[in-house]
C-alpha cells in the first residue's frame, strides 16, 4: 500500500514562494509516477506537475516557468517549488501516485493513490 504524506502548504503574498513535498512510503517498483494536483473551491481537481520514472516532466499551462517539480536524493520525497505564486493559485495541493506508465501524467483520473493534501494561499 502506498502512502503519500504533504506538507509545506500556507499563506504567503502574490509573488512570493513556497515549497511543497511529499513523502511516499511503500512505492517500491520500476515503474511509476508521481504528480501534483490541486482543486479550489467550487473547482474541479486539476493537474499542475508531474514526473514518471522514465525521467518525463510535465507542467500545466497556468504553471510553467513558475513551478518546479523535482525528487529528493532518497528519490522518495517529491517536491513542488512555486515561485511568482499568484492569488488564483490558491487551492488545495494533493499528491498523488501510481505503479505503471501512462502518457497522461496531469490527468486526475490515471492515479490511485492520494495524501490528504495541504492548504497554499495567496493573498495580495
Known amino acids: 500500500q502506498v502512502q503519500l504524506v504533504e506538507s509545506g502548504g500556507g499563506s504567503v503574498q502574490s509573488g512570493g514562494s513556497l515549497r511543497l513535498s511529499c513523502v511516499a512510503s511503500?512505492?517500491?517498483?520500476?515503474?511509476?509516477?508521481m504528480g501534483w494536483f490541486r482543486q479550489a473551491p467550487g473547482k474541479e481537481r486539476e493537474g499542475v506537475a508531474a514526473?514518471?520514472?522514465?525521467?518525463?516532466?510535465m507542467y500545466a499551462d497556468s504553471v510553467k516557468g513558475r513551478f518546479t517539480i523535482s525528487q529528493g536524493n532518497a528519490k522518495n520525497t517529491l517536491y513542488l517549488h512555486m515561485d511568482s505564486l499568484k492569488l488564483e493559485d490558491t487551492a488545495m495541493y494533493f499528491c498523488?501516485?501510481?505503479?505503471?506508465?501512462?502518457?497522461?501524467?496531469?490527468?486526475?483520473?490515471?492515479?490511485?493513490?492520494w495524501g490528504q493534501g495541504t492548504q497554499v494561499t495567496v493573498s495580495s
Open positions: 498523488a501516485a501510481r505503479i505503471g506508465r501512462t502518457a497522461s501524467l496531469l490527468n486526475t483520473v490515471m492515479y490511485n493513490f
Open positions: 511503500g512505492l517500491s517498483a520500476w515503474n511509476w509516477y
Open positions: 514526473l514518471d520514472s522514465d525521467g518525463r516532466v
